[in-house]
């Protein structure tokens, strides 16, 4: 069985490294941990790019306000 986590965010760089090394070392390991960012302006992917492990899968898309 394959496991996945999902998160979204914007602009919480300053509290997802230790959510990060959370999930990805929880005693069940995650297969891979999806990353969602909403149009964070923060240094976020700066932030993943320290993290050497293939499990994270990050996408960023444009934030579009109606």
Known sequence: MRVS???I???R?????ETLQSVLGQSYPVDEFII???????NLKELLA?????RIKYYYF????A
Do not use: C, K, W
């Open 5 to 7: 986590a999902l998160t």
């Open 9 to 11: 965010i914007h602009n």
């Open 13 to 17: 760089a300053y509290l997802f490294g």
């Open 36 to 42: 969602i960012d909403d149009g964070s302006t923060d």
């Open 50 to 54: 320290g993290f050497d492990d293939p």
């Open 62 to 65: 444009e934030r579009v306000d």
